[in-house]
C-alpha cells in the first residue's frame, strides 16, 4: 500500500486513520496526522476511508483538511475580493474557505479598499509555510521563451487595462495582449475564457484573439451554428439587428465571426434568412 503524501495548497486522496471529538485524522504521510474537522464528515465516512480534501493551515498555523475547494489552490491566478484590510499586516481575501487568505503588505501593488476585486497568485510563503497571495504577478509567470504556435486555443484570465485593450494572462504562464479594436464588446477584468494565439513575436510579446483569423474558424463555428439551430427545432432568434452581446453569450464568437458563419451557410443553401430569425432549410 502506497503511503499518503499530503500536499499543503492542493487537494488529497488521504487515508483516515481515526476518529475523536473533533473529527477524523487523516494520513498525511511526512506532515504527519491532519485534522479533518466533524462539520465535514459524511455519514458513509469512517477508518479506512479514503477522502479527497483540501489541506491548509488553520488560524492557529495547524494543519487541517477541508472537503471544500478553494476558489484558487496554490500554484494558481484568481480574482479575489478583498473583505478586510489591516495596515500594516495586509488584506484578507475570500478564496472560498472559513479561513480567510492573507495578502501580505508586501505583496500588493497599491492601496486596497474593502470590497476591491483583483487578480492575484495564490503561493506558499517559505519563511512561514503559510498559504498566501500576491498582487505582483509579473514575477509568478514563465520567463522563458513561449513556445505558443498561431491559433493555438488557450485559456485566459483578464488581468488588466490598457490603452490598447487588455492583458490576459495565458494559461497561468505568460503575459497576452488583446487588441481593443479586435474585441465586440468591453470585458472586465476577472473573467476566464477561450481564446486564440494570434501571433508571437520576436521579442516574446503574444498577440490575442477571442475568434480564430479569417475563415479559419467559419467551418467549425458553422457547425456549431447547426447544431443549435436542430437543437431548437430549427429556428434561432438570431439576425442582423442580434446585439453582439447575444451572440458572445449564446455562441462565444463576435457579431463579425457569426455573420461570416451565417453568410457560408446561407452560400451553401443550409440556411434561411429572415428579418428576424435564421431558419434550417428543409433537405430536397
Known sequence: MMESMAILGQRNQLS?????????????????????????????????????????????????????????????????????VRPGLGAFLDWGLSKDLLLPRREQTGFLREGELLVVYVFIDPKSDRIVASARLDRWLDRTPPTYRPEQPVNLLIAGETPLGYNAIIESAHWGLLYRSGLALPLRVGDTMRGFVREVRPDGKIDLALDRAGYVRVKPLSEQILEALAAAGGRLPFHDKSSPEEIREKFGVSKKAFKQALGALYRARRVVLDPAEVRLRPKC
Open 16 to 84: 483516515v486513520l481515526r476518529e475523536a471529538p473533533p473529527g477524523f485524522f487523516l494520513d498525511g504521510g511526512p506532515l504527519g496526522e491532519i485534522l479533518l474537522p466533524r462539520r465535514y464528515i459524511t455519514p458513509e465516512a469512517g477508518p479506512g476511508s479514503v477522502l479527497d480534501v483540501f489541506v491548509y493551515r488553520d488560524s492557529e498555523d495547524r494543519l487541517v483538511a477541508t472537503t471544500e475547494t478553494p476558489l484558487a489552490m496554490v500554484g494558481e491566478f484568481a480574482f479575489l475580493r478583498v473583505l478586510s
